[in-house]
């Protein structure tokens, strides 16, 4: 089917700067602004990549491996929330240290490069018992989240400890910190009030009093120290966003919420159709409606759809693929700022008196989240996926982030159902852009496209994508007319990703997408390859292909990869590419591995790349390409003991000394049954809703424990047929049920080794 735009009649892009309450400069001479339309760092466009780590969720001893691959996905900024009720839990006594110690973490950030937004709360959501304010604020005389003597005197105390804890780290002062965040969706959501969870359907206040509060609260941070380059607030479902502070969005399509009062199948939901958030003439067709123009300020966003959460109503397992074409999404639709919530999983801590301190909808401790990161630090494939999308954004964003959404007649208007019109749009200047495709679609099975087209008609040109095929749950960036090095290249159906310089020549890498032939497409008067001529084509089953194009005394190399080989990459600055599954690690200049496989291969470009590295092997070199390597690693087995020790219950033991020589191990286990619950002498440590997938548990904190005590599972049961037999005289009360399950299928531990290369 063929697919026409028309892009000869483009209106331009009005770009102005948004003023000093968006703007900031450091003590060591840089300087971050905003213009309407996108951020700037140092007076250059600058692409926000957000990922949100929730410091206090995770023991402060594996953060910054956990930074650290962050920023080789591409991350640049983090953002963060400080929970009330994880700092405060007993009114006065605060506490910072080990987990919950925020400077630590914030300036691990900083060693890192990475920016910082805190979210500072008052209220904070995030799945936290009574969205984050302590038990004990809601026996006060006064209400929360309401501008009164009482609730703003202990937001003041909160914020000036905050404020004490992080002196000297905002950008201006040379530190990581950019943003603060007030609030968390004034007026728009709440929270279980879970001091009476199980005994009524109370919810705690949302606000009632608009941007006043906003406002007085983002003074109170200021006077308490808080000076960030700007200030954000939530954007969406009418949430209060005043002027002078910088409203971010997100989108979700798996909405466990839904549950509390729906019943049955979860819809299909409009995330994955393309809109155009930057434009004041056009109603988006989804929860996009802000109380401003779109043109006055930025689409940035906090809270896409990273991962999501099993609540007890909504047990499902997340397909991966929706998490970059959700970003494929957006940032198609104008979007220069992606925000990812969350990127990193994580456990929740339990409370200084055992109580839980996550919300009742989900598991107790756990806070996986099926994110890109999981909770012991597991790779996931969106994590993977996501690579491609994050380096482009981060090599280009000079070259993207003025470039204006440009939609077909009709586009935002598809039907999430409709799974057979190719969803595309553009980002161009009106000479040069990028189209966008997107063939996936949560909650329904997407077909392969096959032999569609794509026209566009410039003023003095028109170009034509015939043929294009795409895999289902695939998606793609493809370029035209992009200026390499002086050469153009007219079109290709391959996804760009970066450029690099590699012993003395200009690379550009590409990506083939999955069920698309590549083919690039040249100026006239180039040679490919030493050919005249200026079409290349790539044979659909290459893992990996190199070629050359040149033009009068101009050489570029281009080398295009698979998915498979993509979703593998890493970028070694100004040195080159490295491929592998496991997770790759860059500490003071110095390599290594997080890997469980028994022999981890790595392939890198140029193939000499590692030559020469610690417990590296070169393997025989199966193309001109890449050099292959083999990782010396010796893993042992660990055979854990476990015993049933009466219905739905077991233990499993452990050998001594089980993890030495091991960074981490992950306790892998299969389970049907409705909770899994785990404990330690007593104390539960890790839980899952269980969701068909396996629930894994790292036991790197636990290790002294199990030296000396069993760990102990407990499956809740599925049961049929439940009744609660109540015909006693004497107040007995009994359950009965017609069937249950509640059982361990499978145990296995995976060995989580560091090698340093």
């Not at 040679?527 to 570029?556: A, G, W």
């Not at 020589?661 to 899952?688: C, P, S, T, V």
Request: aromatic share 12%; hydrophobic share 35%.
């Amino acid at each position: 089917m063929k697919n026409y735009l028309d892009l000869s009649d483009l209106k331009e892009k009005e770009i102005w700067d948004l003023g000093e309450n968006f703007s900031g400069k450091s003590t060591k001479g840089n300087s971050i602004s905003f213009t309407n339309y996108y951020m700037c760092k140092d007076g250059k466009p600058f692409y926000g990549i957000s990922g949100e780590f929730h410091f206090s969720r995770m023991e402060d001893c594996r953060w910054e491996d956990e930074i650290i691959k962050m920023k080789l996905c591409g991350i640049n900024v983090i953002a963060t929330y400080v929970f009330w009720i994880h700092h405060e839990e007993e009114e006065g006594v605060f506490d910072f240290s080990g987990r919950r110690n925020l400077r630590k973490f914030i300036e691990l950030c900083g060693k890192h490069e990475i920016y910082v937004i805190l979210r500072i709360g008052p209220f904070d959501h995030g799945e936290v018992r009574n969205g984050g304010i302590p038990d004990w604020m809601y026996g006060k005389p006064f209400e929360v989240r309401q501008l009164n003597e009482g609730f703003l005197y202990y937001t003041r105390r909160l914020y000036t400890r905050i404020g004490k804890e992080i002196k000297g780290l905002f950008f201006q002062d040379g530190g990581p910190i950019i943003g603060t965040q007030i609030d968390n969706e004034y007026m728009h959501s709440s929270a279980p009030w879970e001091i009476t969870t199980g005994i009524s359907n109370e919810w705690v206040f949302s606000g009632n009093e608009g941007d006043a509060y906003m406002l007085k609260l983002k003074d109170l941070a200021a006077e308490c120290g808080m000076n960030p380059v700007f200030y954000t607030c939530t954007g969406w479902g009418g949430a209060s966003t005043p002027a002078n502070m910088m409203p971010l969005w997100g989108g979700y399509a798996f909405r466990p919420w839904l549950f509390y009062s729906y019943k049955g199948k979860h819809p299909s939901t409009e995330e994955y159709v393309y809109q155009d958030f930057h434009n004041n003439e056009i109603t988006c067709s989804n929860d996009f409606q802000p109380n401003y123009q779109p043109e006055d300020k930025p689409y940035a966003c906090c809270e896409m759809g990273g991962g999501m959460m099993c609540s007890y109503y909504y047990r499902f397992i997340l397909p991966y693929k929706s998490v970059d074409a959700m970003a494929n999404i957006k940032m198609a639709s104008g979007c220069n700022f992606l925000g990812y919530y969350v990127f990193q999983g994580g456990s929740n801590p339990v409370g200084k008196h055992g109580t839980f301190l996550n919300e009742g909808q989900v598991p107790k401790i756990s806070y996986d989240y099926q994110a890109p990161l999981g909770e012991f630090g597991q790779l996931r494939e969106s994590y993977e996926r996501l690579k491609c999308i994050h380096f482009f954004a981060n090599t280009y964003s000079d070259r993207l982030c003025g470039l204006t959404t440009v939609l077909p007649d009709g586009a935002s208007k598809i039907a999430p159902t409709d799974l057979n019109t190719l969803r595309f749009a553009v980002r161009t200047d009106g000479k040069q852009g990028f189209v966008f495709i997107n063939n996936y679609q949560d909650h329904e099975k997407t077909p392969a496209k096959d032999r569609e087209s794509i026209v566009l008609k410039l003023q003095d040109e028109t170009i034509l994508y015939p043929n294009i095929s795409l895999a289902g749950d695939e998606n793609c960036i493809l370029p035209f007319h992009f200026d390499m090095d002086g050469i153009d290249l007219v079109q290709a159906t391959a996804q760009l990703v970066t450029e690099m310089k590699i012993e003395g020549e200009q690379t550009y890498l590409f990506l083939r997408p999955e069920g698309m032939s590549a083919e690039f497409v040249f100026e006239e008067g180039v040679s490919v390859n030493k050919k005249v001529e200026n079409h290349y084509i790539i044979d659909v089953n290459k893992q990996v292909d190199r070629f050359h194009v040149t033009k009068e005394d101009k050489v570029i190399t281009i080398l295009c990869i698979s998915r498979e080989l993509c979703n593998q990459l890493y970028l070694l600055e100004d040195q080159g590419f490295v491929f592998t599954k496991s997770a790759l690690l860059v500490k003071e200049g110095k390599l290594s591995l997080e890997t469980t496989n028994q022999k981890p291969m790595i392939k890198t470009y140029p193939a000499n790349l590692l030559e020469g590295s610690k417990g590296l092997r070169v393997e025989e070199v199966k193309d001109d390409v890449l050099g292959t390597y083999e990782v010396n690693n010796r893993i042992r087995e660990i055979q854990p003991i476990v015993k049933k020790v009466s219905d739905n219950r077991y233990t499993i033991s452990f050998p001594p000394k089980f993890m030495n020589g091991m960074k981490d191990a992950l306790l892998r286990i299969n389970y049907q049954g409705d909770i899994g619950h785990a404990f330690i002498n007593g104390e539960m440590i890790n839980d899952n809703f269980c969701n068909g997938d396996t629930w894994e548990i790292g036991l790197r904190s636990f290790a002294d424990q199990l030296e000396r005590y069993p760990l102990t599972i407990y499956i809740t049961p599925l049961k049929e047929g439940v009744n609660v037999n109540v015909e006693s005289s004497m107040a007995a009360r009994i359950e009965e049920s017609t069937g249950s399950i509640g059982e361990i299928s499978k145990i296995a531990v995976a060995p989580v080794y560091e090698i340093r290369l």
